[in-house]
Structures are given as structure tokens and as C-alpha cells.
């Protein structure tokens, strides 16, 4: 292994280390509350170190979408992927790839949800914005893709694939951050899954042909 391998892998094992960091403090002191200083301490290095690799909060807080946004993309790969006999059946494994998304690290969806809604994306360096746009859009493509082969199986209402997309991400991130507000009050009440289940029937039976 050569010595710039070596810095490299040592760089991103020191990213990772941060992002790790970054992740422990959000979930205990949220958002607004955390600071630079809070997760250099956790990550038990200098703040100084912390902005060799990320420009500010909102930067690293923003970095942490990134692998929820390619576990995303790997599972929709594998619906597109899965040798399915109709846009029905596919659409029934879309359902549960997106349940395994919000499974794989709930705390970081919901951060990434609050992120697309707040001015925190206003303040992100256009690299770091173009991978996240570059990710979210494909998905969205990928997701698109399934209802456009149900229109032209015959077996889904002819709107655009696009927009129905979009339609059923905004059910799924609301839900997830409505049931999450719930719990946070009464940690008894966790019904997401249900809550899901019931609004996929009801956006499965819109886009069905009668």
C-alpha cells in the first residue's frame, strides 16, 4: 500500500469517526442544540480537526443523509431488479423496500426529513448538495420507473410516473415524521408500520384501474 492510499483510507476512517460522533450527539442533544464542540468531544478530537473535513454543522449534520440515500437507492435497485410478473407485485415490494429504508437507521431518515424542509441545504457546499440531489433524484427516477411499467401494463391510472413518485414519498415522509412526533409525546404510541400499511392501501387502490 502505497503512502497517499494510506492517507486517504486514514482520512476516511477519521470521517467516519466524526460522522459516528455527530450521529450519538444529534440523537441525544437534537439538532439546534448541538455544536461543533459537543461532537469533537465525543469524537475526542479537536474542533479544529472537525473543519478539516466538514465546513459547519449543517455540512456534517447533511453528510449523514448520504448513506441512508444509497441503502435507499440499493433497495430500489433490487425491487427493479427482482423478476416480478406485474407492476402490482412491484409495487407490493416498493411498499416493503420502503419500510426497510426507515428500518435501516430511522434516526437519520428523520433527520434527512427535517433537513429537506429547513434552510439547512442553503448552507451546504455544492458538492455535498449535488451528490444528495444527484441520489434523491435517481431514486425518485427508479421509483417512477415502476409506475410507468404499471400504465403501460394497463394496470395503473395514466398520471405521470413522475408525480406519482413524488406523491408517495411525501405520504412516507409524513408519516414517518408525524408517528415520530407522536411518540415523542407518549413513547406507547408507535404505530407507524400500521399507519404506513393503511396509507399504501389507500394510495395503491387511487393508482389501480378499475
Known sequence: MGIQERRERERERRRQQILVAAKRVFSNRGFNKATMEDIAKEAELSPGTLYLYFKNKDELYASLSLRI???????????????????????????????DVYEFDPLILINMFHMQSSETLKNLSSDLLNQIESLSRSSLQMMARIFEDGVRQKMFVAHHPNAVADTLWSLFSGIVLWETSKKTIDNQKDYLRETFDTAFEIFSRGIMRQ
Open 69 to 99: 440515500l444509497q441503502y435507499l437507492m440499493i433497495r430500489l435497485e433490487h425491487v427493479n431488479a427482482e423478476p416480478l410478473t406485474d407492476a402490482a407485485q412491484r409495487l407490493k415490494a416498493l411498499k416493503s423496500a420502503m419500510y
